[in-house]
């Protein structure tokens, strides 16, 4: 797929996809057009707003009607259109498409551009090499925290916000190099790590090498003496996701913090949509889609955080948030050490040979379909109830569809079985150099058609029955010599 896209184009795409990422942070500071995009008079908008169409209907938010009216569209681009695509791309691109278009990566790379070194070795950095899913992870939740309370609404919090990552990146790419910012700090990280699993639905397999040994995002340079591609890798990180992801998955599974990273992003998605609720009253308040140009946002932080049964419940709105949040991450990381324990336990009474690591490959795997297919259930939603009926359900479709593939691809996967289809080259290669009628025996078939367990038994059983098939054929040669010898 993607990884085999010349670095060439990827540049330009890059490129691209960087000056509209550029726009939009200018248009957060500066915007004196798109409101015209959202105004209910104007004859044509690309960015309609029904509630505006009618003064009649209004957004209730606890106690407070608030009319919508025109605003800039920003804030609505960034949270209605790009987050929901990002997620989309990744899981069923993979995270190797994702990297290497990504242009907060593409502008951390600027000190390498430069040919400026790494000023630290990460491999020095124990810490933050067996802790960074505890550091992603509490970065994710500060981060949407944040977002609840201000950035939502906010263009120039919102600026400043993606400004203030975007030189945090270029920070820890100067001090430590290749992708580091990506692999220890990168709050989007791990959600890469969550929704791709060993592989994006339409992923390549970073174990299978390709003509010139670059996998999947790997980290690569056009040599301008020969103009190919070759490694850039400074090996910032063992067992590399850009790699090899599978690889990656597998050696990281049991690592400090996998589980909370896993099981904790369900319980974020599920508090950061029903807080909305929890908040109005009503789940108007998200799918109209005003939360992302909510004026005043900032002003309500010390306003009443919950609301129920028409009565708001006097906890300030900056502390229901991360209680909230907590409370769900809490729930979640509970229901899924339970479910990985006791499914354990069932799993091993039917298939006896199952290990802890493959239950919990499964319950990994079955939180990844859960979360996905909920965040588009509310991710994007205030955006996707604009389009006709129709188009709404086939994007339903579209998403439960890929999710299940990927799903019923992943459940089976074992480390057992990556490794075994690491040493499928190496059988080939060993069994293609035996004196074997391999289509008179396999009935037709070629190696190529064979399992990697089929290999495996062959290139064990093979090149110890040849040997004795020859030695008996000489004995049988021998004895038939005899009688000839003797007679003359």
């Not at 949040?325 to 006791?342: D, K, M, P, Q, Y």
Request: hydrophobic share 45%; aromatic share 14%.
């Amino acid at each position: 797929m993607i990884s085999q896209i010349s670095e060439k184009k990827m540049h330009y795409l890059r490129w691209f996809i960087l000056i509209g990422w550029l726009l939009l942070i200018i248009s957060l500071f500066y915007d004196p057009i798109s409101h015209h995009l959202t105004d209910p008079n104007a004859t044509s908008g690309i960015f309609p707003n029904e509630i505006a169409n009618d003064p009649t209907q209004c957004v209730q938010i606890q106690q407070e009607c608030i009319v919508d009216s025109t605003y800039p569209i920003g804030t609505r681009i960034f949270w209605g259109k790009l987050v929901p695509s990002a997620i989309l791309i990744i899981f069923v691109l993979g995270h190797e498409a994702w990297r290497r278009i990504c242009p907060l990566y593409f502008v951390s790379q600027i000190t390498v551009a430069l040919g400026l070194k790494p000023l630290l070795n990460i491999k020095k950095n124990r810490w933050l090499i067996a802790n960074h899913f505890y550091l992603q992870f509490g970065l994710l939740f500060t981060g949407l925290v944040a977002r609840m309370l201000l950035i939502n609404s906010h263009r120039v919090a919102l600026g400043i916000y993606i400004i203030l990552t975007i030189l945090a990146a270029i920070i820890v790419v100067a001090v430590y190099g290749g992708r580091s910012w990506c692999h220890y700090v990168c709050p989007l990280g791990v959600v890469q790590t969550i929704l791709t699993g060993p592989r994006g639905l339409l992923g390549s397999k970073g174990n299978i090498k390709s003509a010139n040994n670059i996998t999947q995002s790997m980290c690569r340079i056009v040599d301008p003496e020969t103009g190919e591609e070759k490694s850039n890798c400074i090996n910032c990180k063992s067992a590399c996701m850009d790699i090899d992801s599978e690889k990656s998955y597998w050696e990281n599974i049991k690592k400090p913090g996998r589980r909370l990273v896993q099981y904790g992003y369900l319980g974020l998605c599920m508090g950061f949509f029903v807080y909305f609720f929890l908040y109005a009253g009503n789940w108007d308040y998200y799918f109209s889609g005003i939360w992302h140009h909510e004026e005043h946002l900032a002003s309500k932080i010390l306003d009443p955080g919950f609301y129920f049964f028409d009565t708001s419940i006097n906890i300030p709105k900056f502390i229901a948030v991360p209680y909230t949040l907590a409370i769900f991450v809490g729930f979640s990381c509970w229901i899924g050490t339970t479910l990985e324990r006791n499914l354990f336990s069932y799993w091993k009474k039917q298939e006896p040979n199952i290990t802890s690591q493959q239950a919990r490959h499964r319950v990994f795997s079955l939180f990844t379909f859960l979360v996905f297919n909920l965040f588009f259930v509310f991710g994007g939603r205030s955006e996707i109830i604009k389009l006709p009926v129709c188009f709404q359900l086939v994007f339903n479709a579209f998403i439960l569809l890929v999710s299940t593939l990927w799903l019923y691809r992943t459940w089976y996967r074992s480390a057992e079985l990556y490794k075994r289809e690491n040493l499928t080259k190496q059988f080939r290669r060993k069994l293609g150099k035996l004196p074997v009628d391999y289509a008179r025996i396999l009935k037709g078939k070629s190696l190529g058609d064979l399992t990697p367990d089929q290999l495996e038994v062959l290139a064990k059983v093979l090149p110890v029955v040849i040997p004795e098939d020859s030695r008996s054929q000489n004995s049988n040669s021998n004895r038939d010599r005899t009688p000839l010898a003797s007679g003359n």
